[in-house]
């Protein structure tokens, strides 16, 4: 398995080498072959990091590690597949093949430094990728060299260099707190850490734990530092979106989740608990508002990535052992929803050539694939069954309850309801009311079935998420719901 490991870290770098050098047809085919065989690899570590972890040098994969794996190989595969198609529609542009270079360099370079994040062994080296991913970003935000695009990306970049800057003060105070204990010479790996952590100086894993949630939650999008999110999804690229929302923001959950271990072994659950409980209902609670008044369909898909990573940081706040394997679940399924539903907005978006709520009409007629699909992954989203984002918050719930936090869980389920009825008001209105007639009318028919293959993708792993899971998948969520009760 170890070779598994190093193969996750490199094969993304081929597809981003050829970009400098092939012809556009050779690096899409490449990267569509890096994403299925980054894909393969993760599902074959499953069996493995459900059972005990994998480590070769400065990588490292345990069952929560996975989980991300996980999630950013399959959004890297169904992205991959679906740029063919974004992209078609620009191939008789004079300047294609510079643009295609600079896209899928960036495109496969972010992806890999996402799969690399959860793999890495430390906490430096987890906020080393994460910068990376920053940087890497916020190019591909601009790469549609726009003037929105590139405000979109300058404001990314201030907003993610402050909360990062606060990261990494927060890493010096892990590493001031693992000294007391292991050393000037130790290198903030994780499992010294979290065998040390119950012996660490409490106040200084509390600020930085705190540090952490403020720096890492300016990537993952926690209300009040989510404010470069909206306008950085709505102007990148379609495929570069939904990577942003179906695996940056996951990933740098998960580097909260690691000073959430250490913090939780140190301090005890009530402190780490609330204060995730106070952000995620802060993020819930803005998003559900503004879902229900939204005129661009990828703001509105942003927002929604703004409550989804709510209800996460609520789900760990409960503490409970099905709650957080309902978390777990929950970052796969968000990542299959999401990703299918920004690849219907963006075959909406090429259809229509345009982002507005109100001008997109009479999908289902002219889409009859990407409409409907694009619905279904609205209501995958808003928790609808049989899909996996239903039962992750049911196992969510119902972990609160179990755990006695009834108040907080109702808090949940009244807003999941509220952001269902913004998600599905302005879904149904796209899918289902008459198209206008005229000669500005769309013609019938997908433009691309490289738009649609994956995401009937992503319908199927929805379903089998939401049915029934495979058994070694079910064994590495338990694991990882039990490791992030601060075991090693």
């Known amino acids: 398995m170890t070779t598994v490991l190093v193969l996750l870290a490199l094969v993304p770098l081929l597809p981003a080498a050829a970009a400098l050098i092939a012809p556009p047809r050779i690096v899409q085919g490449l990267t569509v072959a890096s994403g299925i065989v980054c894909l393969g690899l993760a599902l074959a570590l499953v069996p493995h990091a459900s059972h005990g972890d994998v480590h070769i040098g400065i990588l490292r994969t345990d069952a929560l590690s996975t989980v991300f794996v996980l999630a950013t190989a399959f959004v890297y595969a169904t992205c991959g597949a679906h740029s063919i ?18 896209f899928y360099l960036g495109f496969n370079l972010f992806a890999w430094s996402m799969l ?18 920053t940087v890497v970003s916020a190019l591909l935000v601009a790469v549609e060299n726009t003037e929105g695009a590139t405000e979109a990306a300058w404001k990314y970049v201030l907003i993610a260099s402050v909360g990062l800057g606060v990261a990494l003060l927060a890493t010096i105070f892990m590493y001031y707190a693992g000294a007391q204990e292991l050393g000037q010479t130790y290198d903030l790996a994780f499992p010294p850490l979290l ?8 106040t200084a894993v509390r600020l930085s734990f705190v540090l952490a949630v403020l720096g890492f939650g300016t990537k993952v999008g926690l209300v009040p530092v989510h404010t470069w999110l909206p306008d950085a999804h709505a102007e990148a690229p379609t495929p570069v979106s939904a990577m942003l929302s179906g695996s940056l923001l996951a990933v740098s959950f998960y580097a909260v989740l690691r000073y959430f271990q250490v913090a939780t072994a140190c301090l005890g659950p009530r402190f780490p608990q609330t204060v995730l409980l106070v952000f995620g209902i802060a993020s819930l609670l803005l998003a559900a508002l503004y879902l229900l008044d939204q ?12 409550e989804h990573m709510g209800i996460l940081a609520i789900g760990v706040s409960f503490g409970a052992p099905l709650a957080s394997a309902g978390v777990l679940l929950h970052v796969l399924a968000h990542a299959a929803a999401k990703g299918n539903a920004f690849m219907g907005a963006g075959a909406l978006v090429r259809k229509y ?32 069954p049989p899909f996996g984002i239903f039962r992750s918050e049911f196992q969510i719930v119902a972990g609160g309850l179990r755990a006695d936090r009834y108040g907080p869980a109702a808090v949940l389920v009244v807003l999941v309801t509220l952001a269902f009825m913004g998600l599905a008001v302005a879904a149904t209105r796209i899918v289902m009311t008459p198209a206008t007639a005229g ?7 997908e433009p691309s079935v490289w738009m649609v293959a994956p995401v009937l993708a992503g319908v199927i792993a929805l379903v089998v998420l939401g049915l029934h899971p495979p058994a070694d998948l079910a064994h590495l969520l338990s694991r990882g719901a039990a490791e992030l009760g601060g075991r090693a």
């Open 85 to 102: 198609g974004y992209l078609r529609h620009d191939e008789k542009a004079h300047d294609f093949p510079r643009y295609a270079r600079r």
């Open 116 to 133: 690399c994040a959860p793999l890495v062994d430390g906490l430096a080296l987890l906020w080393v990728a994460v910068e990376i991913t």
């Open 195 to 202: 065998n040390a952590a119950p012996h660490l100086p409490h």
């Open 295 to 306: 005129h661009d369909i990828k703001r509105l898909l942003a927002y929604s990535s703004v």
């Open 353 to 384: 050539r345009t982002k507005e709520i109100g001008q997109l009409r009479g999908g289902a007629e002219l889409l009859p694939w990407s409409a409907p699909l694009f619905l279904a992954a609205i209501l995958a989203l808003s928790a609808m």
């Open 439 to 445: 000669s500005g009318r769309p013609d019938r028919g």
